[in-house]
């Protein structure tokens, strides 16, 4: 009997024991415990990666957790559905992709009212939070070689529609289906190209423009190789791209445990003009830099960082 004694109670305190260690199922993440590690994400351009490099390099070098680089996932919702799974934590994102792109919401014009929107429409219903954008506004745009333009009379996108006939378009694959892209830019301007567009790479637009495999291209008005290429931004002259202003998106849980990672990145808000965006960008894509380095050189230039 002392012996069927001591068995059930080995096997009570065995069974607390697995209760205790266990915490019901929850992880690290879910009871708000201290991360030491953090995932970041971009999208595959270069303005993505640099913006992943400063975020990465200001949490490196201002707290001690490790962080890790997903970098190039691919495109918006890519990036969106590996922050929803956990895949990664963080990754920067644009105010109007997230209204139109994600939400399917109709396009709004107003900056702040779009980041009111997605801020508290992400965090009911998918648990993310939109932290303080960094300053610039990478909208969409119509470009063209600057010659071309002039030769045309070309100053606005309205003016394409006398000669939608004679230009060849050339757009990236999401902006040949997101609603504030092609398809619904050709139904607020009320014209569709002859020319079926050519569907490229976003690191080979510019390029392609400027020596004439096509002749207008989805641009970003952040890009450096705007000028770099002597390109032409049309006027949105219906307002039809709603703004994008970048800033980070990250899991609510993963800043329940971490606020640090909020005082960290609110350091970058409002510190990143469209102007020294093109810069940044420019420095990669043109100059060839690293955009680690361009990244470290931006945050020593502005003391965010020490040496």
Not at 14 to 32: H, M, Q, R, S, Y
Not at 92 to 113: F, H, M, S
Not at 258 to 266: A, R
């Amino acid at each position: 009997m002392e012996s069927l004694h001591r068995t059930i109670g080995v096997i009570i305190s065995a069974c607390f024991l697995i209760v205790i260690l266990t915490g019901c199922g929850k992880g690290p993440e879910e009871d708000g415990r201290e991360l030491k590690t953090i995932t970041i994400g971009s999208k595959h351009f270069t303005e993505q990666e640099i913006i992943a490099e400063i975020m990465a390099q200001m949490i490196e070098m201002n707290t001690d957790m490790k962080v890790i680089r997903k970098f190039n996932l691919g495109g918006t919702m890519v990036c969106f559905n590996a922050l929803k799974s956990g895949d990664i934590d963080l990754y920067a994102e644009y105010t109007g992709t997230g209204l139109v792109n994600i939400l399917k919401r109709k396009a709004q014009n107003d900056p702040e009212e779009v980041y009111q929107v997605v801020k508290e429409t992400f965090h009911e219903e998918f648990g993310l939070v939109w932290l303080k954008p960094f300053g610039f506004n990478n909208t969409y745009t119509l470009t063209m070689r600057k010659r071309h333009a002039e030769k045309l009379g070309i100053k606005r996108i309205s003016d394409i529609a006398l000669h939608r006939n004679l230009l060849q378009p050339g757009f990236d694959a999401e902006f040949l289906e997101r609603p504030d892209g092609y398809p619904g830019l050709a139904k607020k301007y009320g014209f569709t190209f002859k020319k079926r567009p050519k569907q490229m790479d976003p690191g080979l637009m510019y390029k392609a423009c400027a020596e004439g495999a096509v002749d207008i291209i989805d641009g970003f008005a952040t890009d450096g190789r705007i000028s770099a290429y002597n390109l032409f931004v049309l006027e949105d002259d219906r307002s039809f791209f709603p703004p994008y202003y970048a800033a980070p998106l990250v899991r609510e849980e993963v800043l329940a445990g971490n606020p640090k990672i909020d005082n960290v990145l609110i350091r970058l808000a409002g510190t990143i003009s469209d102007e020294t965006m093109q810069r940044l960008n420019f420095q990669v894509d043109k100059e060839e830099k690293r955009a680690s380095l361009v990244a470290r050189n931006f945050l020593l230039e502005r003391k965010l960082i020490g040496e």
